[in-house]
């Protein structure tokens, strides 16, 4: 018994050594270093590809702490939440370098410098939230689990993102938690996130002796603890009912889907001849169809191609993109007509787009980032012009920056949400009288030709169904997807993306990461199209189908079945961030209402 008390009490004095040590660290400038790196690190870990997620309830700490170090010093705390933002930012975005120099061709050292002011201009989340808690955990002095859950909220809610990214995500690579977004969107994981991170926060192990010492701190943090246990609980339990429930939905239909990755060129600027280029990538496409269809064991019904799968060239025959701009090239078209004809299937691809913004002149031309799908007649059918482009991708909102960096397109956004319908054959194995053209045939005929050669392949058409057409950097915009409930309710999501402006880094897993959670909340199965990886196609619970996605810089195909599931439009997508804009007024109002109490109270002392 002695014994066993001697080493109680030597664990005792070795805690509060290291306790007395901790203090001594945190007044020194290296700790503002390590806080840093605590929350850019582990919110890296918890992150994709290495979905650690586990470590998100941790990363916040070094906000915490940086907090209270700081408490009442606003200049500082601001100063400190950007220096986090960029500490972030080095570690998870550290692609934009890479994208820097690929794209806008800047020497390495600016490509650095890029990186460093976009993590000073979009990171301003940290800073909000540092200041607001500090404020409020100051001024009100009780609720702090709330009032953590509460500045989070509001940090992400008001904070201007270039690559929007929420604690939300990081935490939903928890796919019972994920379930959760179809009714609190992913900012009600974040609000959980700084409630539980908090409280672990709290109970660090130097309180530990004092609480297992003493029945009424006993209880106090029993009381502190409880209504994060039951939040956590309740989150879930909410979200194992709502796997269970969607686990269980029967399809209505299902859909055999190709997905070529063609793996396309940046550019055709690599010391070989255009023509030599662009027929590789064009025969390629070619063969990754066969041997997909092959693979597949039947016929499509549906093709997919990604953004800039045929990179810089239309196949949209107009007066535009003939005459005006150059753009429309005949064996692109034929190419995609082809498909169709002999699969029997609808293509859905990309392409660049052309028109007038007004009366036609040169200064009134505009570029489209266009998808368009092909009936399996090979006629085209609905288009969808991307509508929320992206900034320094693919405009610049300064003329002058265009000198900056030449490759950045000067695109238009579009002017609808509109969803594309897609069209089941009457005769699947309907064939021209002869054999079946190639893509070597369309060297020496003309799309015209190529059209007549099919006319007696013509079948009748019925309208199958409708999808929801996102254009990459879309897909990660909750708000955005959800804007297209105007035009019905979708039978399934087609997402075609181009991230090989980004190489092998984090980037192209981090853009799945943030765009999976679009099928949990619109309970919809999502196809997902890249040129270089990654692609897969996600199921209506955030699952990967069959497991199976492609590798990146890699040229392949991914056939799949999706389901389609018949359900009305989920709490989301009608009523979007609508309990978090609740928690959140409702909470600032009462906050208000508590400050100004506090005031009167103090006026009235005096």
Avoid at 574 to 585: A, D, E, K, S
Wanted: proline fraction near 5%.
């Amino acid at each position: 018994m002695l014994t066993s008390r001697s080493d109680q009490e030597m664990n005792v004095l070795s805690m509060d050594t290291l306790h007395h040590r901790f203090q001594q660290f945190q007044k020194t400038v290296w700790f503002n270093l390590f806080c840093y790196l605590w929350t850019g690190l582990f919110s890296f870990l918890a992150f994709a590809p290495i979905s650690l997620s586990h470590f998100v309830w941790i990363a916040p700490f070094g906000l915490f702490w940086l907090s209270l170090k700081y408490h009442g010093s606003y200049k500082k705390l601001f100063y400190h939440g950007l220096l986090i933002g960029v500490v972030f930012y080095s570690i998870s975005f550290h692609w934009i370098i890479h994208m820097s120099i690929t794209f806008g061709n800047f020497p390495y050292p600016v490509a650095v410098l890029i990186l460093l002011f976009a993590g000073l201009l979009f990171s301003l989340k940290f800073p909000i939230f540092m200041l607001s808690f500090s404020f409020l955990s100051g001024k009100i002095g009780r609720h702090s689990v709330w009032v953590a859950g509460f500045c989070g909220l509001l940090s992400e809610l008001i904070g201007p993102q270039l690559f929007p990214w929420y604690w939300g995500n990081l935490a939903a690579g928890n796919l019972i938690l994920a379930q959760n977004v179809e009714i609190t969107g992913v900012y009600g994981i974040s609000f959980l996130v700084f409630v539980v991170s908090y409280t672990l926060f709290q109970s660090n192990p130097w309180h530990w002796k004092e609480i297992f010492r003493s029945k009424e701190k006993r209880n106090q943090y029993l009381r502190f603890i409880a209504f994060p246990s039951l939040l956590l609980l309740a989150f879930i339990v909410s979200g194992i009912i709502l796997f269970k429930k969607w686990e269980n939905v029967k399809p209505v239909k299902s859909l055999n889907v190709l997905v070529i990755q063609p793996d396309a060129p940046l550019s055709f600027r690599d010391g070989r001849e255009v023509k030599e280029s662009i027929e590789a990538l064009m025969a390629r496409i070619e063969r990754l169809a066969e041997e997909g269809v092959v693979r597949m064991g039947k016929k499509p019904d549906l093709i997919v191609l990604p953004e800039a799968g045929v990179p810089f060239f239309s196949a949209h025959n107009t007066p535009v993109t003939t005459i005006a701009r150059r753009l429309y090239w005949h064996r692109f078209d034929s190419l995609m007509f082809l498909l169709a004809n002999k699969y029997k299937a609808n293509v859905f691809f990309n392409e660049i787009d052309a028109g007038y913004k007004g009366t036609p002149g040169s200064r009134n031309l505009r570029y489209y980032n266009n998808n368009v799908l092909y009936d399996p007649n090979g006629d085209r059918r609905d288009a969808y012009q991307k509508k929320f482009l992206l900034m320094f991708g693919e405009y610049m909102p300064f003329d002058f920056l265009y000198d900056l960096s030449q490759q950045t397109g000067r695109f238009e956004p579009g002017l609808t949400h509109n969803l594309i319908r897609y069209y089941t054959p009457e005769d699947k194995d309907k064939s021209p009288k002869g054999l079946h053209l190639g893509w070597i045939d369309t060297e020496n005929l003309n799309h015209e030709t190529v059209r007549s050669y099919y006319e007696p392949a013509k079948t009748e058409l019925k309208e199958a169904g409708k999808f929801l057409p996102l254009i990459c950097y879309e897909v990660i915009l909750p708000e955005f997807v959800r804007e297209f409930r105007t035009a019905g309710n979708p039978e399934f999501i087609a997402n075609l993306t181009n991230d090989k402006w980004y190489g092998t880094t984090t980037e192209s897993d981090q853009h799945m990461e943030l765009g999976r959670l679009r099928s949990i909340e619109l309970r919809r199965w999502m196809v997902r199209s890249t040129n270089s990886g990654i692609t897969a196609n996600i199921d209506h619970l955030g699952r990967f189908v069959g497991g199976k996605k492609t590798g990146l810089m890699t040229a392949e195909t991914l056939s799949e079945t999706i389901d389609v599931i018949d359900s009305p439009p989920t709490f989301y997508t009608q009523y979007g961030n609508l309990i978090p804009w609740v928690m959140l007024g409702l909470t600032g109002i009462y906050y208000l209402n508590l400050l100004i109490g506090i005031k009167k109270g103090n006026k009235g002392i005096s």
